[in-house]
Protein backbone atom coordinates (compact mmCIF):
# COMPACT_ATOMS: atom_id res chain seq x y z
CA UNK A 1 0.00 0.00 0.00
CA UNK A 2 1.49 3.44 -1.12
CA UNK A 3 0.93 6.21 1.69
CA UNK A 4 2.09 10.27 1.82
CA UNK A 5 2.86 11.91 4.78
CA UNK A 6 3.90 15.81 4.91
CA UNK A 7 5.90 17.60 7.18
CA UNK A 8 7.36 21.01 7.95
CA UNK A 9 4.10 22.86 9.41
CA UNK A 10 4.82 25.34 12.02
CA UNK A 11 4.27 28.74 13.75
CA UNK A 12 5.79 31.71 11.31
CA UNK A 13 5.70 35.59 11.36
CA UNK A 14 4.23 37.59 8.79
CA UNK A 15 6.45 37.59 5.97
CA UNK A 16 8.92 34.55 6.94
CA UNK A 17 8.98 31.35 5.04
CA UNK A 18 8.57 27.67 5.16
CA UNK A 19 9.39 24.51 3.46
CA UNK A 20 7.26 21.70 3.46
CA UNK A 21 7.78 18.19 2.11
CA UNK A 22 5.89 15.34 1.03
CA UNK A 23 7.40 11.33 1.50
CA UNK A 24 5.70 8.84 -0.26
CA UNK A 25 6.44 4.81 0.96
CA UNK A 26 6.78 4.25 -2.20
CA UNK A 27 9.16 5.36 -5.82
CA UNK A 28 6.03 6.74 -8.34
CA UNK A 29 6.08 5.86 -11.57
CA UNK A 30 4.34 7.09 -15.09
CA UNK A 31 3.18 10.24 -16.34
CA UNK A 32 2.36 11.75 -12.48
CA UNK A 33 0.32 15.46 -11.24
CA UNK A 34 1.71 16.26 -7.84
CA UNK A 35 0.27 18.93 -6.23
CA UNK A 36 -0.14 20.69 -2.98
CA UNK A 37 -3.94 21.56 -1.52
CA UNK A 38 -4.64 23.48 1.55
CA UNK A 39 -7.87 23.67 3.82
CA UNK A 40 -8.50 27.15 5.78
CA UNK A 41 -10.91 26.86 9.27
CA UNK A 42 -14.56 27.12 7.30
CA UNK A 43 -12.92 26.74 3.85
CA UNK A 44 -13.01 24.31 1.46
CA UNK A 45 -10.01 22.79 0.51
CA UNK A 46 -8.10 24.53 -2.76
CA UNK A 47 -5.42 23.62 -4.92
CA UNK A 48 -2.46 25.39 -4.61
CA UNK A 49 0.27 24.48 -6.63
CA UNK A 50 0.75 21.46 -9.01
CA UNK A 51 3.45 20.27 -10.98
CA UNK A 52 3.41 17.23 -13.96
CA UNK A 53 6.41 14.23 -14.82
CA UNK A 54 7.41 16.78 -17.75
CA UNK A 55 7.98 19.67 -15.85
CA UNK A 56 5.18 21.50 -15.68
CA UNK A 57 3.70 23.72 -13.14
CA UNK A 58 0.47 25.70 -11.92
CA UNK A 59 -0.20 28.20 -9.51
CA UNK A 60 -3.33 29.66 -7.94
CA UNK A 61 -3.12 33.04 -8.00
CA UNK A 62 -3.22 33.91 -4.22
CA UNK A 63 0.25 32.39 -4.15
CA UNK A 64 1.59 33.08 -7.67
CA UNK A 65 5.21 34.39 -7.24
CA UNK A 66 5.57 33.36 -3.60
CA UNK A 67 5.64 29.57 -3.58
CA UNK A 68 7.40 27.18 -5.47
CA UNK A 69 6.52 23.32 -5.98
CA UNK A 70 9.17 20.94 -6.89
CA UNK A 71 8.48 16.96 -7.23
CA UNK A 72 10.29 13.42 -7.84
CA UNK A 73 8.24 10.53 -8.59
CA UNK A 74 11.10 8.15 -8.76
CA UNK A 75 12.28 9.23 -5.32
CA UNK A 76 8.55 9.45 -3.90
CA UNK A 77 8.75 13.31 -2.84
CA UNK A 78 6.96 16.70 -3.22
CA UNK A 79 7.73 19.87 -1.63
CA UNK A 80 6.53 23.38 -1.71
CA UNK A 81 8.66 26.16 -0.65
CA UNK A 82 6.67 29.60 0.64
CA UNK A 83 7.56 32.72 0.81
CA UNK A 84 6.59 35.67 1.55
CA UNK A 85 3.95 34.63 3.87
CA UNK A 86 0.55 36.06 5.48
CA UNK A 87 -2.03 35.44 8.18
CA UNK A 88 -4.35 34.49 4.81
CA UNK A 89 -2.03 31.27 4.61
CA UNK A 90 -3.10 29.47 7.59
CA UNK A 91 -4.53 26.56 6.25
CA UNK A 92 -3.88 22.82 6.87
CA UNK A 93 -1.77 21.72 3.78
CA UNK A 94 -2.50 18.56 2.13
CA UNK A 95 0.15 16.65 -0.74
CA UNK A 96 -1.48 15.02 -3.52
CA UNK A 97 -0.39 12.66 -6.12
CA UNK A 98 -2.42 11.22 -9.18
CA UNK A 99 -1.56 8.63 -11.87
CA UNK A 100 -5.03 9.07 -13.95
CA UNK A 101 -3.77 6.54 -16.49
CA UNK A 102 -4.37 4.49 -13.76
CA UNK A 103 -7.25 5.91 -11.96
CA UNK A 104 -4.32 6.35 -8.68
CA UNK A 105 -4.92 9.60 -6.39
CA UNK A 106 -3.40 9.24 -2.68
CA UNK A 107 -3.06 11.98 -0.27
CA UNK A 108 -1.55 12.92 2.83
CA UNK A 109 -3.13 13.25 6.14
CA UNK A 110 -1.65 17.04 6.04
CA UNK A 111 0.83 19.17 8.09
CA UNK A 112 -0.48 22.94 10.01
CA UNK A 113 0.79 25.98 8.59
CA UNK A 114 -0.17 29.05 11.02
CA UNK A 115 0.85 32.52 10.65
CA UNK A 116 0.74 35.08 13.16
CA UNK A 117 2.75 37.45 14.68
Known amino acids: QVLLKESGGGLVQPGGSLALSCRST????????MAWYRQAPEKERELVASISTNGSTTYAESVKGRFSISGDGPKGTVSLQMNALGPEDTAVYFCNVKRPSVGMDLWGTGTSVFVSS
Open 26 to 33: RSLFGNLL
